[in-house]
Nanobody
Framework: VQLQASGGGLVHSGGSLKLSCAAS????????MAWYRQGPGTERDLVAQ???????NYADSVKGRFLISRDAAKNSWYLQMNNMKPGDTGVYFC??????????????WGQGTLVTVSS
């Protein structure tokens, strides 16, 4: 299974970006889809998560500004980022818990896409 993230770039404070992640390979189902962020000198932290296509979780710092969504038919998910702040700067990684058959689930990571928010 491979995850391909895209959509990063440079944006001014207050601007918007949309990240995309597409999963390919041996996929029975994707149980969890998420985005993580690793800022300069910081650990990789959860930004947003969608579980079994339903409940979503967001980091407190992005609530009300970011929206995670998915297209199950395309094995893809997205992160719409609005009213962005310099603190949103970092490398964004997509992450998924993929069931490769009925019995086995594994965690996979995308390669990361850089987002830079200028003040």
């Amino acid at each position: 299974v491979q995850l391909q993230a895209s959509g990063g770039g440079l944006v001014h404070s207050g601007g918007s970006l949309k990240l995309s992640c597409a999963a390919s390979g041996r996929i029975f189902s994707i149980d969890e889809m998420a985005w993580y962020r690793q800022g300069p000198g910081t650990e990789r932290d959860l930004v947003a998560q969608i579980i079994n296509g339903g409940p979503t979780n967001y980091a407190d710092s992005v609530k009300g500004r970011f929206l995670i969504s998915r297209d199950a038919a395309k094995n893809s998910w997205y992160l719409q980022m609005n009213n962005m702040k310099p603190g949103d700067t970092g490398v964004y990684f997509c992450n998924a818990a993929v069931r490769v058959d009925r019995n086995y689930q594994y965690e996979f990571w995308g390669q990361g896409t850089l987002v830079t928010v200028s003040s």
